[in-house]
């Protein structure tokens, strides 16, 4: 009897997810040294480099007196391994940093009125192309009371102007979304395959829409996940994900390949609660555990907000997490290091049995059906595997089992155990042909009778 696959799963973290430990790094600053206050702190990779995305920037000079607030910037993430350290690439004589994504004359001359034009962007910038990308934006229009009014979702084309990393960005002239509909993008997006994939929040919850990485300005070519498949209609779209306010969605192998897509959010309840969640899909269902409410630094008695989860900076394989979230005026974007409980390195094999006669993978259900036969302090799981089904050797149906698989975090116990699934087959098989051949009826598998010799053997 030969093995048909064998491998080891390595050490990923375990799900749902247990936080062993929480490390709070620090507030994320400016090589400059001046103390900004800011918020949002999403960062994105774009052209080779890693960028954080700011809101309400609370500029200063080189004396830090305050000379104005920037309501978006862009600074550069130097080094990777020290995710507490920005540097802004554009900023005026006077202190102020610049924005990316830029005011018309227009909306400049609404100041006069009293009001205020603000460009925010919660979801990031994503990549389409080599140096060129897109960022989807809110606009909000800020009135003399300091009342925000949603006027809708932008679309700016984002490159890069310099050698040193330096950004530029291009606002489309009308919005992609109106103010009545949902805030596509705004809430997180990303790039996989051809196509971009965007989640806005709408009617209490948030909804998934994609659109091809090639024509993300056609307001046409938008689709929106109904809960079954891509729909041109947002109005039939379902929320992905309930109650939640800001977070990001990003493929890591946190968790391993069974669930590569992990989200890292806050509720909409302002509670500074992080949530996390992670699904072999990007549709989901997503279900979100509560991982630990946030600690504020210099604001500790306020709400915190705009958490998000980076892919960067820490070893995911080792079950570090790096999440940032965001203090309210004067504080700033605060950065911490979780670290999760991790399941341990597992070898596996998988042995044929589809070649084997009907009356013998029968016979080894009935065995797996009697929980007694199992001892809890088993360090080996054996599972059965049919065509559509796989379920541990207690509660397997469907149809004839067409293998064996035998996993344990021993390689020696898996190799033991395998070797004696595979002798047990081989007599089985004499058995039923000595039988057939003189005539009698079936006297039951070996493979069966043994079973609790085994896990006894593995427990000793």
């Known amino acids: 009897m030969s093995v048909i696959s064998e491998g080891v799963v390595n050490p990923r973290a375990r799900y749902p997810p247990v936080v062993e430990m929480t490390k709070i790094l620090g507030y994320v600053r400016d090589k400059n040294g001046i103390g900004y206050s800011r918020d949002i702190g999403r960062s994105s990779c774009f052209a ?11 500029c200063k000079n080189a004396e830090g007196l305050f ?3 920037s309501d978006n910037t862009i600074a550069l993430i130097p080094d990777p391994c020290n995710p507490l350290q920005s540097e802004y690439l554009d900023i005026q004589e006077d202190g102020v940093v610049k924005t990316l994504l830029r005011l018309t004359d227009d909306e400049r001359s609404l100041k006069e009125a009293g009001m205020r034009v603000v460009l925010w962007a919660f979801g990031g910038i994503v990549e389409t192309s080599q140096g060129v990308g897109w960022i989807w934006y809110q606009k909000v229009l800020i009135d003399s009371h300091n009342l925000q009014h949603y006027q809708g979702t932008g679309l700016a084309r984002v490159s890069v102007r310099g050698p040193d990393g330096q950004l530029s960005a291009f606002r ?20 996989e395959g051809d196509f971009v994939y965007l989640w806005g929040n709408h ?25 079954r498949n891509y729909t041109n209609d947002w109005r039939e779209a379902v929320h992905v994900l309930k109650g939640m306010q ?42 979100l555990t509560p991982l630990f409410q946030a600690p504020g630094i210099s604001q500790p008695n306020q709400f915190r907000y705009c958490m998000y989860g980076h892919s960067w900076g820490l070893k995911a394989e080792e079950g570090e997490l790096l999440v940032t979230w965001s203090e309210r005026w004067p ?32 016979s080894v259900i009935p065995w797996t059906e009697d929980p007694h036969n199992l001892d809890p302090k088993c360090d080996a799981c054996i599972t059965l595997e049919g065509q559509d089904n796989k379920q541990t050797l207690m509660g397997y149906s469907g149809n004839l089992p067409l293998s064996v698989c035998v996993e344990a975090t021993s390689e ?22 000595s039988e057939s051949k003189r005539g009698k009826r079936g006297s039951g598998s070996a493979l069966g009778r043994a079973v609790s010799m085994i896990f006894r053997r593995q427990t000793v």
């Open 48 to 58: 080779g480099r890693l960028y954080y995305f700011f809101g309400d920037t609370f």
């Open 67 to 69: 000379v104005g607030v």
């Open 172 to 191: 489309c002239e009308d919005l992609i979304f109106e103010a009545g509909e949902p805030r596509i993008g705004t809430f997180s997006s990303l790039v």
């Open 203 to 227: 009617g209490g919850g948030v909804i998934l829409a994609r659109v091809s990485k090639f024509s993300p300005t056609s307001r046409n070519a938008y689709r929106f996940w109904n809960g």
């Open 246 to 287: 800001h977070g990001s969605f990003f493929k890591s192998k946190l968790f391993g390949s069974e669930r590569a897509w992990v989200f890292v959010g806050c509720t909409s309840y302002a509670d500074s609660m992080v949530m996390l969640g992670a699904e072999a899909n990007l549709e989901g269902p997503w279900t």
């Open 331 to 362: 504080g700033g974007v605060i950065g911490a290091k979780v670290q999760l409980a991790m399941d341990p390195k597992t070898y596996w094999k998988k042995i044929p049995i589809e070649g084997y006669p009907q009356e013998i993978r029968e």
């Open 412 to 433: 020696k116990l898996v190799n033991e155990t395998a070797e004696i699934i595979c002798l047990l087959l081989t007599l089985d098989g004499k058995i039923k042909d």
